[in-house]
């Protein structure tokens, strides 16, 4: 059984792309620090251990943010956790 469409609102919608906004700015903020120590790390081994450590800390809090953002859609969206839409 299919469920009905769910029409959003331009608040909700706003709401959204302003949540993606934050996501894509914490994404890319991460990326350029885990590069820059990449780069670091070439010339300067000592700088590794950092890399690995910011790797480890920041990976899961990129992933925690795209969960939460993917929770958001749905419950904006209507479509029940682990669900995809048809």
């Known amino acids: ?3 009905p469409a769910r029409t ?15 996501i894509k700015h914490s994404i890319n903020n991460a990326l350029a620090v885990m590069m820059a120590l990449s780069e670091m790390s070439q010339r300067r081994p000592d700088y590794a251990e950092k890399l690995a450590s910011t790797v480890l800390s920041k990976a899961p809090q990129i992933v925690s943010s795209l969960q939460e953002f993917t929770q958001a859609l749905n419950d904006k969206a209507g479509t029940p956790s682990g669900k995809k839409p048809a």
């Not at 959003?8 to 934050?22: D, M, P, R, V």
């Open 1 to 3: 059984m299919t469920e």
């Open 8 to 22: 959003l609102s331009a608040e909700e919608i706003t709401q959204l792309q302003k949540k993606f906004s934050e």
